[in-house]
């Protein structure tokens, strides 16, 4: 299995910060990672895929980038609505894994 | 828009059969290309990939689970199911049913752009 490992597992930033959250796969997945956003109490909210690509109505503030094992999702200018658990997912081969998460709180 | 809904029971006694269905709206699970996942979450942990089925009935499954896990296809309801035999609890979770729609199609499963709204399953004696 690839395993994915998230960086840090917890963070928290004022309210305007770029915040960036990494995530590296225990080996090389080409481009085939995706993000997501979720809230308390709901389902995972697709941000990007394919490493780089927004996903349908996602705000342009979320920047996905990287390749191969390392990626980095990135918002631009932290809002109150981004508080939440970040996960990263790769697809390159089965079993489809996930990182453990990474939980964003406004500071 | 397409939409998902889990529906079982919420409470199971350990060495039980899990059986839980997927009711797809919007959107047909026996046209085009998507694959039709089921993903779990423990209370407080980060999200388990539990397996796929395709409209053809075709499946693959998380090797984690051993073979407890079953999946199959309503194609006359629109719906998809997951049988887990043999719960403990380490079973309970809430557990989403999603669609990933294939855009490569040489991956079984790319993104998850739709999910249902979860549903908590818990395994107490």
């Known amino acids: 299995d690839i395993q994915m490992t998230q960086s840090p597992s917890s963070l928290a930033a004022s309210l305007g910060d770029r915040v960036t959250i990494t995530c590296q796969a225990s080996?090389?997945?080409?481009?085939?990672l995706n993000w997501y956003q979720q809230k308390p109490g709901k389902a995972p909210k697709l941000l990007i895929h394919d490493a780089s690509n927004l996903g349908a109505g996602v705000f342009s503030g979320f920047i996905g980038s990287g390749s191969g094992t390392e990626f980095t999702l990135t918002i631009k200018s932290l809002e109150p609505d981004d508080v939440g658990t970040y996960y990263c997912?790769?697809?390159?081969?089965?079993?489809?894994?996930f990182g453990q998460g990474t939980r964003l709180e406004i500071k | 828009q397409l939409q998902l809904r889990e529906s079982g029971p919420g409470l199971l006694k350990p060495s039980q059969t899990l059986s839980l269905n997927c009711a797809v709206s919007g959107g047909s699970i026996i046209r085009g290309g998507a694959s039709w996942s089921w993903v779990r979450q423990a209370p407080g942990k980060g999200l388990e990939w539990m397996g796929y089925i395709y409209h053809s009935g075709v499946t693959r499954y998380n090797p984690s689970l051993g073979n407890r896990v079953t999946f199959s296809l309503d194609r006359s309801q629109n719906q998809f199911s997951l049988t887990l035999t043999s719960v403990t609890a380490a079973d309970t979770a809430v557990y989403y049913c999603?669609?990933?729609?294939?855009?490569?199609?040489?991956?079984?499963?790319?993104?998850?752009?739709?999910w249902g709204q979860g549903l908590l399953v818990t395994v107490s004696s």
């Open positions: 997912q790769q697809f390159h081969s089965l079993p489809i894994t």
């Open positions: 999603a669609r990933s729609p294939r855009v490569a199609l040489i991956y079984a499963v790319d993104w998850f752009d739709a």
């Open positions: 080996s090389a997945i080409s481009n085939d």
